[in-house]
């Protein structure tokens, strides 16, 4: 009998980005966050049914939340469904929280959730402490995007 040479086709596990996040705002740092999530929410993020259009990081009591994130109901699990759009708790060390909220109250920057992922089997989020843009500068970035592929089509054809 001959060898199979093709490898199995393995399920990989999806991330989900927020690309919105990175026009509206500037990012200045970010870090990573694990999140505490039940089974139907783990298995729902594994096959990319998720969304951070609208979410957006919260201290309180001195905890960080993962407000309006939006995880789509697993469509298998049928006793225990989750909430599509509950406050989920992420886990950091308290020091760090500390310092994210003091930044966050201090200069006016908002904390914003970049993109969900998996590490080492588990969800991680990655949060940014980000500043917004005023549309003057969306613009700007804009009309540069723009100028940056006229450049590229024209060298492109310059070389055909």
Same mark, same amino acid.
């Given at each position: 009998?001959?060898?199979?040479?093709?490898?199995?086709?393995?399920?990989?596990?999806?991330?989900?980005?927020?690309?919105?996040?990175?026009?509206?705002?500037?990012?200045?740092?970010?870090? /990573?966050?694990?999140?505490?999530?039940?089974? %139907?929410?783990? #298995?729902? =993020?594994? !096959?990319?049914?998720?969304? &951070?259009?609208?979410?957006?990081?919260?201290?309180?009591?001195?905890?960080?939340?993962?407000?309006?994130?939006?995880?789509?109901?697993?469509?298998?699990?049928?006793?225990?469904?989750?909430?599509?759009?509950?406050?989920?708790?992420?886990?950091?060390?308290?020091? /760090?929280?500390?310092?994210?909220?003091?930044? %966050?109250?201090? #200069?006016? =920057?908002? !904390?914003?959730?970049?993109? &969900?992922?998996?590490?080492?089997?588990?969800?991680?989020?990655?949060?940014?402490?980000?500043?917004?843009?005023?549309?003057?500068?969306?613009?700007?970035?804009?009309?540069?995007?723009?100028?940056?592929?006229?450049?590229?089509?024209?060298?492109?054809?310059?070389? /055909?």
């Amino acid at each position: 009998m001959a060898k199979q040479t093709g490898k199995k086709a393995s399920a990989e596990p999806h991330s989900i980005q927020n690309r919105r996040a990175r026009f509206d705002y500037n990012i200045l740092e970010s870090h /990573e966050a694990g999140i505490a999530l039940l089974g %139907s929410e783990v #298995k729902s =993020l594994y !096959l990319g049914k998720g969304h &951070l259009n609208d979410a957006f990081c919260r201290v309180l009591n001195g905890e960080l939340f993962l407000v309006n994130a939006d995880i789509e109901p697993y469509e298998k699990a049928n006793v225990f469904q989750h909430e599509r759009r509950r406050d989920r708790k992420l886990l950091m060390h308290r020091k /760090e929280i500390n310092t994210l909220d003091r930044k %966050s109250m201090e #200069k006016g =920057l908002s !904390l914003i959730p970049l993109a &969900l992922y998996f590490k080492n089997g588990k969800v991680k989020v990655n949060i940014g402490l980000g500043k917004g843009k005023a549309l003057y500068d969306k613009r700007d970035k804009i009309a540069q995007d723009d100028e940056r592929r006229e450049v590229e089509r024209i060298r492109a054809h310059k070389f /055909e």
